[in-house]
C-alpha cells in the first residue's frame, strides 16, 4: 500500500508538472487557465506550504472547486469546519481568498473560495 501511495503522488505530481506548463504556454495558456488554476495553502498540523492543481468554476468573486475522488485526497480538509487563507493563480496574477469546504448529502466536496478585494 505504502508503495502504491507513493505511486500516485509522482503520477499526480507528473501531472500537475505538465499541466503547469501549459497553463503558461503560448498556445494552450488561456484555454487551459479558463478551468484549471493552482492553489496554494498551508498545512493546518505541518504548517508547511502546499500548491496542487484544480479544476474550478468562476462566479465574479467566488469560486468553487469541486473536489473529484475527495476520500483519496486530503487538502481539502484543511478547509473544513471555519476554512482558511488560500492563493490561486487567476488571469495571470495570484488572488488571495477565504475558502471552505463542504460535502453535501451525495458525498460531494465543495471549496468555495470568496476572493479578497
Known sequence: M???GALTRR???GFNTGVVKLRSSRRWGRFVSRHL???TYTGR???RSFSTTVAYRRSAEVITITVAFPDAKNWWRNFTGDGGPMSLELDGANR???AVAGRDA???VLVTVRLND
Do not use: I, W
Open 2 to 4: 505504502r508503495n502504491g
Open 96 to 98: 488571495e481568498g477565504h
Open 37 to 39: 488554476t493552482v492553489v
Open 11 to 13: 503520477v499526480v505530481g
Open 45 to 47: 498540523r505541518s504548517g
Open 106 to 108: 451525495k458525498g460531494r
